[in-house]
DNA sequence: GTCTATAGCTTGATAGAC
DNA sequence: GTCTATCAAGCTATAGAC
């Protein structure tokens, strides 16, 4: 195989949503991608910094586009909205309350501890941010509002993620998912803008 | 000293609130709880799981004791959630985004990997939503409303400590707060109940 | 590019003197 | 209760054959 590379940034992604950054270890890494070490090395001579580099804004990408796919394919912005709530509560479920936020466990475990990591997952988070509020703002929300209801929007899908896996219950994302939806709503009338769509 | 066991859980907690669990080491709390790792294990015969156990425990319990003291000492319950939205600003700001939520990193390290010590964070998390539900309804929110806007002020609280230390800025803290205390307001409002004070 | 072997260190945990 | 010594296992990282 020669998406060795990716087979091993995939492994990476999957431990680090699951177990975080330090009880990731590389043999475990190696083990799950069926990658030696060696290969490892080759791909990633920084070592478990630059894997973890890497890593971070590939999934980071990866999840924004998710994101953007489920709010695009939305006949509306209040509906897409819903629609990634929705998503992250069947996710979770389906998961076993596994598959949730592959960046909040590492971008926890470095803020105060990896200056250079935590830079990563600030980077990702801004990207995140300016998408939505692009998605907002074409749906409707009034400039001014927007980047404070993206800023909402996230905390509450992250603040989700933690109460849902944590109580292995996603009826924490349901209720945020209904709360957001009211203010993307209340946003998007308050301006006088009728919802009308952009897709095809 | 004879309270050798509370520098011990306290070096955990500072620990577990920075980096997390799987990277403070036991040589490390006991380097920065002045304890010989003799006596953490007198203490704490389970080892670090039975150690990671209290500390979670004890420092939810604390959390929850200062969060209903800023409640309870505030005029209406409109102005306590604004304090606490302020104080966990105010306390990022403070200490350099470090000082934060003491559950929420060990939460999502070992939600999918560690049964025993995810049933420690539900019940923590449980509790903390039963303590500022019946804040809410106190303060006159509506009983059928009160759970619902429990679990969106709390994820509210955390997805903000997560978006601001990695930002390490407390902007997004603050307009969480905004907009939390909204939903509080429009929630008192709403019930024709007039805020009223049971201070002193 | 892949694989094995191994260095050097740290981890969680135990034993036993004091 | 405290301390030190030590164990086996894990870690990250490197070297070198293939």
Redesign the interface.
């Known amino acids: 195989m020669e998406d060795t590379r990716e087979r091993i940034i995939d492994a990476t992604a999957a431990l680090f949503t699951?177990?975080?950054?330090?009880?990731s270890g590389l043999k475990q890494i190696s083990g799950a991608s069926t990658a030696t070490i060696g290969s490892l090395y080759h791909f990633f001579p920084g070592g478990k910094a630059e894997l973890a580099a890497e890593t971070l804004t590939r999934s980071g990408q990866a999840y924004q586009e998710l994101v953007e796919a489920v709010i695009d394919a939305a006949p509306d912005v209040v509906t897409g909205v819903r629609d990634c709530f929705d998503g992250a509560a069947e996710t979770l479920r389906a998961s076993?309350?596994?598959d949730a936020c592959p960046i909040?466990?590492v971008?926890?475990?470095v803020?105060?501890?990896d200056e250079a990591l935590?830079q990563v997952?600030?980077q990702i988070?801004?990207s995140w941010l300016r998408s939505i509020t692009d998605r907002l703002v074409n749906g409707g929300v009034p400039e001014s509002r927007a980047p404070?209801l993206a800023?909402?929007l996230?905390?509450?899908?992250?603040?989700?993620f933690?109460?849902s896996?944590?109580?292995?219950d996603a009826a924490?994302m349901d209720?945020?998912g209904a709360?957001v939806v009211d203010?993307v709503r209340h946003a998007v009338d308050g301006s006088g803008f009728v919802p009308e769509r952009r897709r095809t």
């Open positions: 699951q177990r975080g950054y330090a009880a076993g309350y596994a909040a466990t971008a926890l475990e803020a105060s501890a935590r997952t600030e988070f801004a404070e800023t909402v996230l905390a509450a899908l992250e603040g989700g933690l109460l896996r944590v109580a292995k924490a209720v945020l709360t203010l």
